[in-house]
């Protein structure tokens, strides 16, 4: 079988720490190759094709379509950097990797759907969580279960670690570029979140570390359309330290659940425990690269389309939180009536 050829579009921090370093094992095993490298920094995308061992370069991702034959394309950038590459990709015919959050504009997430769907492309955006061990044990031990309740805890460090990760308006908040992973872990448990309420605590001017604008605190409440509720509390007060906490905890008759990325806890006790350092990113690229193959995508657990009420449920508890915790539909809110 011939190797995906692969091109990556944004080559920051995600692409050359983690999807990379993924991949590398399936690129040994000549299962792919890095056919081109592209970034609006010349000088990146050279080095990291230097480093990485990609055939060529670009600082136009229209000439990259254009000129270099692709399987699939990771789409690496900023959601707000997100113009027409979807669109060329799909129209192409090319795999499409994207990274989370997928876009700030809702309209825009249904617009790239819609193009993926009607060329009937691979697609995968990147919630890794879903692939560590720990999740498909919480989802075997939920089964015969009657879950009530789901909270999630996550306290962050308030130091800026990038500069569009710390303005709301590029990253659209904690909320929905980290916290999002969690939102969608929840789903892969539960099923789609059908409605809910948000109130945020909003950072004043010169509260913190410049250039960080994000709120607070980020409270929001889901309803799923199991009937099951969560509650997701999310807070960047924590400013001088570098300390850092998340609890996810599933509520059910007669057992209390606890998910974290190494282990399993029920009732107070280790039920199931990783042995061995798993690395998500590369189950993950293994089933994108597995599913551009044989275009089966059977083994991947986050397709473009699959993944849209996650985006929905966090950029709805922002418009939430703007009107002051007001209800919100996410089918309202996909369609564009929100």
């Known amino acids: ?35 081109a490298f592209c970034d609006v920094n010349e000088e990146t995308a050279k080095t990291q ?30 959601p707000t950097l997100h113009t027409d590459e979807i669109l060329i990709a799909a129209d192409k015919g090319v795999a499409i990797f994207v990274e989370k959050p997928q876009t700030l504009d809702m309209a825009q997430a249904v617009r790239f759907n819609t193009a993926i769907q009607d060329a009937g492309v691979v697609s995968q955006v990147g919630f890794m969580s879903r692939y560590y061990p720990t999740a498909e044990e919480v989802c075997r031990r939920l089964q015969g279960c009657t879950l009530r309740h789901v909270l999630v805890q996550r306290l962050y460090s308030g130091k800026p670690i990038r500069y569009w990760t710390s303005r709301f308006e590029l990253c659209g908040g904690s909320f929905v570029e980290n916290t999002i992973h969690t939102v969608d872990l929840l789903r892969y448990f539960l099923g789609d979140i059908e409605t809910l309420s948000a109130f945020y605590v909003e950072r004043k001017p010169g509260e913190g570390p410049e250039p960080m604008n994000l709120p607070h605190v980020y409270n929001v409440n889901y309803r799923f359309a199991s009937g099951v509720t969560a509650n997701v509390s999310v807070s960047r007060v924590l400013t001088n ?16 659940i606890e998910w974290s990325g190494q282990k399993v806890v029920e009732n107070g006790e280790t039920v199931w425990e990783t042995t061995e350092n798993v690395n998500p990113f590369a189950l993950q690229a293994r089933a994108f690269i597995q599913a551009v193959q044989s275009s089966d995508t059977s083994m991947m657990r986050s397709s473009y389309a ?32 929100i």
């Open 306 to 337: 699959s993944s849209m009420n996650s985006l929905a449920a966090v950029l709805g508890a922002n418009a939430s939180a703007a009107r002051g915790g007001e209800l919100i539909q996410l089918e309202d809110f996909t369609a564009g009536r």
């Open 241 to 256: 330290v570098s300390v850092s906490r998340q609890e996810v905890m599933l509520v059910s008759d007669d057992s209390l």
């Open 1 to 35: 079988m011939k190797p995906v050829r692969l091109g990556f579009i944004g080559l920051g921090h995600i692409t050359t720490r983690s999807h990379l370093p993924a991949l590398a094992p399936l690129i040994e095993a000549g299962e792919a190759t890095l056919q």
């Open 49 to 78: 094709a230097a480093i990485f061992g990609a055939q060529t370069t670009y600082t136009d991702h229209h000439k990259m379509c254009d000129k270099e034959d692709l399987d699939a394309i990771y789409l690496c950038i900023p």
